[in-house]
């Protein structure tokens, strides 16, 4: 057992990654006050799930318009300063909006401009964060930088509802957008000593055309049928599980459980503390058999958790059943991380995690307009019983094809 928890911290004997961690770290901990905070100002400001679902909408579709060109980007241009600029705009945003919000003057659209920005930066900071890791550590020590990094932001998860709600109840959401920026530009200050570590690059920014350079990404996608079966099923997938939690949920609390806020942040803590829980149970394995079995299981596993909360009345088994998404969202994703990580060619590993990225959410923009709708017509419960079966077909079918059971 302690080399098995030693194998989980390998990783954080490499300086640099260290630093990356340690801020994002942070990062994470201030966005998890954010979302709730948003989550519950939306609710309390308009008491529509519609408008719950157009800001995901405004988030999500220009990280899907720029994905493409963020890939291509990070494979040409130094990932860690990528990152800075992302952080250091990121937290500007969030200062103007924590400041309009103690003015009284937040409405709506401001959040809609925000979510914008957020989303044009993630296309660019999501594919450098992935590709950035191999840079700074060596391979056998990829599968711990992975688990903790899923860590950090479960850990941030469990703390940060709470902490968000209790936020919340005392000061307002204007505390929770303030600590969200000031987390944004401490994560800046660990990135700035990554600017001067030399990434390995078989390509230059004048070597070939952005074109080809994204052909080539795209090729190698459709010539891994593990990949492109998995980023389709993903991309209807998502809808089901993350329009349920992102949308519903705060609406389920309300509605069905007759909870409050605080409800709200165990719920979202108790998902986070089951990826965690999740992650240290897989990072124990330093090469898991059979992944593509194991990580489509995980996935019917949500599938029923998902339905089964939408058929509980009490706030603890809704809890625990968040939990057990927790625990197969961290087997399937840390599996899929490692697998980008080991079997993609690292100079295309910015263009493959940005068509990844883009695939797997190309449909939510529709999605989140839909179940916000379905919400406010149907009710919360019904919306997450509908996902959680769809989610569970969805990743059966993946099953029944030969390159997912057979990937080892």
């Known amino acids: 057992m302690n080399n098995s928890i ?18 994002q770290t942070i990062s994470r901990l201030g966005d998890s006050l954010y979302r709730i905070a948003l989550a519950w100002w939306v609710l309390e400001k308009t008491g529509s799930a519609a408008i719950m679902g157009t800001v995901l909408i405004f988030s999500t579709v220009p990280m899907l318009l720029f994905l493409l060109i963020g890939g291509v980007v990070v494979d040409r241009f130094n990932r860690a300063r990528l990152m800075l600029a992302s952080d250091l705009l990121r937290g500007i945003v969030v200062v103007i909006v924590a400041g309009l919000a103690v003015s009284q003057q937040l409405e709506v659209w401001h959040i809609f401009l925000a979510s914008t920005i957020f989303g044009i930066v993630d296309a660019f900071f999501q594919p450098a964060y992935t590709s950035i890791v191999p840079d700074l550590t060596p391979s056998e020590a990829l599968p711990s930088a992975n688990s903790m990094t ?31 920026a000031l987390s944004f530009f401490i994560s800046a200050a660990c990135l700035i000593p990554l600017l001067k570590v030399p990434a390995p690059r078989s390509v230059s920014p004048g ?22 079966i998995t980023i389709v099923t993903a991309a209807l997938g998502n809808i089901c599980t993350s329009g349920s939690i992102g949308i519903a949920l705060p609406f389920l609390v309300k509605g069905r459980l007759h909870g409050d806020v605080h409800s709200l942040g165990w719920i979202y803590s108790a998902l986070a503390l089951g990826t965690a829980l999740g992650t240290i149970w897989l990072s124990r394995y330093t ?25 509980s009345s009490s706030v603890l088994l809704v809890a625990f059943a968040a939990m057990a998404i927790g625990v ?31 695939g797997s959410f190309a449909l939510m923009p529709i999605g989140f ?17 509908i996902g959680g079966v769809l989610t569970v077909g969805l990743a059966t079918l993946g099953l029944t094809h030969p390159a997912i059971r057979n990937l080892d």
């Open 6 to 23: 030693k194998s989980v911290f390998r990783s954080l004997t490499h300086r640099f990654f260290t630093l990356l961690w340690s801020g």
């Open 207 to 228: 070597s070939s055309s952005m074109m080809r350079d994204l052909r080539e990404g795209i090729g190698t996608v459709f010539g891994s049928p593990w990949l492109w």
């Open 287 to 311: 090469r898991l058999r059979r992944r593509g079995l194991v990580a489509y299981s995980a996935w019917v596993f949500a599938g029923l958790m998902i339905a089964v909360m939408g058929l």
């Open 150 to 180: 899923s860590l950090s932001g479960q850990a941030a998860g469990i703390i940060g509802p709470a902490l968000g709600a209790s936020l919340i109840a005392l000061g307002g959401t204007p505390v929770a957008f303030m600590l969200d």
């Open 328 to 358: 197969s969202f961290a087997i399937f994703g840390l599996i899929w991380t490692n697998s980008l990580q080991e079997l993609v060619p690292h100079e295309q590993l910015g263009r493959v995690s940005s068509i990844d990225f883009l």
């Open 369 to 385: 307009g839909v179940v916000g709708w379905a919400t406010d017509q149907l009710g919360a419960p019904l919306i997450f019983v």
